[in-house]
């Protein structure tokens, strides 16, 4: 497994979760690592995604201020710390990295070449 995510599960709303992504080893770290999810029935769409190199992060605005993305080089380990979550935050999250990428295709799906195998958030009313 390229990319192994973990951390998911079901959550009032309001609460928090931390997700994880650990990278089996340095070659499926990309240049840029993101998260992503995907509700049933809809696109896989861009949560997050961070700078390997420097640290800058990028975010959706529909979880700006309430998500941050981060990651530890020395463990190879991508995280996602999710608080006052919502409903509408339920989904498969996926991690993904993206060796390549320039900073203006990286929130599309199509500039990450590793995809994790996601992690169930349920976030109940």
């Known amino acids: 497994v390229q990319l192994q995510a973990s951390g998911g599960g079901l959550v009032q709303a309001g609460g928090s979760l931390r997700l994880s992504c650990q990278a089996s080893?340095?070659?499926?770290?990309?240049?840029?690592m993101g998260w992503f999810r995907q509700a049933p029935g809809k696109e896989r769409d861009f949560v997050a995604a961070i700078k390997w190199s420097g640290g800058h992060s990028y975010y959706a605005d529909s979880v700006k201020g309430r998500f941050t993305i981060s990651r530890d080089s020395a463990k190879n380990t991508l995280s996602l710390q999710m608080n006052s979550l919502r409903p509408e935050d339920t989904a498969v999250y996926y991690c993904?990295?993206?060796?390549?990428?320039?900073?203006?295709?990286?929130?599309?799906?199509?500039?990450?070449?590793?995809w994790g195998q996601g992690t169930q958030v349920t976030v109940s009313s």
């Open positions: 993904a990295s993206a060796p390549r990428a320039i900073l203006s295709s990286i929130s599309s799906t199509g500039a990450y070449e590793y």
């Open positions: 080893e340095s070659t499926y770290v990309g240049r840029y």
